[in-house]
């Protein structure tokens, strides 16, 4: 089910860091990542609009939330092809399609920014948070776009700005109060925020050989289950705090005094059975001409 393949070295530190702890991290949180964002996963889909017997393309698509959602839109005559740079998330993607008994869906572990696609080979790609870890979005785009038929569809889903979404915004600010600020990114530099500018994302698109580019700003929530301390320390062991925390050298002791920063700044987001977090997106739509 799963085509096995070397990535080269476009993106090799985003290869390096979601196939060494981060990738298991964000395999073994699977379940608790796909319930907070089941409504935005919902908002793609409709977005997507996928139909029946069409080919799909689910780039980063981690542990398989989105490529198993596609395969019974797409049917049992369409297929879904999940492609990502990390084996752990593939390998948790894998288990859950054999359990699904799923037929038409298959994984390949490459970079889609250099990966040889079939040209033509797709009615539609998706992605939920996948497509902002490229080194250069416009050759990624670019030689994605060769995998699409002409008239074939793109939609994918990207954080808007990190004062517009606490559930990143809090805890890097908990982590950088206790440690420090660590050294600055670039703008537009790879990461989630990385398409945030709709300006810059609609050029690049546009450049990449697709038209009707258009870029949705829409709110949801987030919610995750469980106590305070529960939410903060699920917040505090992946996303920006631990990105904080591992180049600022934190030691156990920071950790834990950041994760109680963290519940303290979640109870303006308590609700019964855990928490609800508003959260800002960008849905990302075109079209290869």
């Given at each position: 089910?799963?085509?096995?393949?070397?990535?080269?070295?476009?993106?090799?530190?985003?290869?390096?860091?979601?196939?060494?702890?981060?990738?298991?991290?964000?395999?073994?949180?699977?379940?608790?990542?796909?319930?907070?964002?089941?409504?935005?996963?919902?908002?793609?889909?409709?977005?997507?609009?996928?139909?029946?017997?069409?080919?799909?393309?689910?780039?980063?698509?981690?542990?398989?939330?989105?490529?198993?959602?596609?395969?019974?839109?797409?049917?049992?005559?369409?297929?879904?092809?999940?492609?990502?740079?990390?084996?752990?998330?593939?390998?948790?993607?894998?288990?859950?399609?054999?359990?699904?008994?799923?037929?038409?869906?298959?994984?390949?572990?490459?970079?889609?920014?250099?990966?040889?696609?079939?040209?033509?080979?797709?009615?539609?790609?998706?992605?939920?948070?996948?497509?902002?870890?490229?080194?250069?979005?416009?050759?990624?785009?670019?030689?994605?776009?060769?995998?699409?038929?002409?008239?074939?569809?793109?939609?994918?889903v990207s954080w808007a700005s990190l004062q517009a979404n606490p559930w990143f915004q809090m805890p890097r600010a908990a982590a950088i109060a206790r440690l420090g600020p660590?050294?600055?990114?670039?703008?537009?530099?790879?990461?989630?925020?990385?398409?945030?500018?709709?300006?810059?994302?609609?050029?690049?698109?546009?450049?990449?050989?697709?038209?009707?580019?258009?870029?949705?700003?829409?709110?949801?929530?987030?919610?995750?289950?469980?106590?305070?301390?529960?939410?903060?320390?699920?917040?505090?062991?992946?996303?920006?705090?631990?990105?904080?925390?591992?180049?600022?050298?934190?030691?156990?002791?920071?950790?834990?005094?950041?994760?109680?920063?963290?519940?303290?700044?979640?109870?303006?987001?308590?609700?019964?059975?855990?928490?609800?977090?508003?959260?800002?997106?960008?849905?990302?739509?075109?079209?290869?001409?």
């Open positions: 089910m799963t085509d096995a393949q070397n990535p080269d070295t476009a993106n090799a530190d985003q290869v390096e860091y979601w196939n060494t702890g981060p990738g298991a991290k964000w395999a073994a949180h699977q379940e608790t990542l796909d319930a907070m964002m089941a409504s935005i996963l919902e908002r793609l889909l409709t977005h997507a609009a996928p139909k029946m017997g069409e080919c799909v393309l689910d780039i980063g698509c981690g542990a398989g939330a989105t490529t198993l959602a596609l395969a019974p839109r797409v049917g049992t005559g369409g297929q879904v092809l999940g492609i990502d740079i990390a084996r752990p998330l593939l390998d948790k993607a894998e288990a859950r399609t054999a359990e699904a008994g799923l037929g038409n869906v298959r994984y390949l572990v490459a970079d889609a920014q250099s990966h040889n696609f079939e040209a033509g080979a797709f009615d539609l790609m998706t992605s939920r948070f996948g497509v902002m870890f490229f080194a250069d979005p416009l050759v990624a785009f670019s030689n994605i776009a060769t995998a699409l038929r002409p008239g074939g569809r793109m939609a994918f660590p050294e600055a990114a670039p703008a537009n530099a790879p990461g989630p925020m990385a398409f945030q500018d709709t300006a810059y994302v609609s050029d690049f698109l546009s450049k990449a050989g697709l038209s009707d580019v258009s870029a949705q700003v829409e709110e949801l929530r987030l919610s995750v289950s469980g106590s305070l301390d529960e939410v903060a320390d699920f917040a505090s062991s992946l996303g920006p705090a631990t990105r904080v925390i591992n180049e600022m050298g934190g030691t156990p002791e920071d950790v834990a005094a950041i994760t109680r920063d963290i519940a303290k700044g979640l109870e303006d987001y308590k609700v019964d059975g855990g928490v609800s977090v508003p959260a800002t997106l960008i849905f990302y739509s075109a079209v290869r001409r």
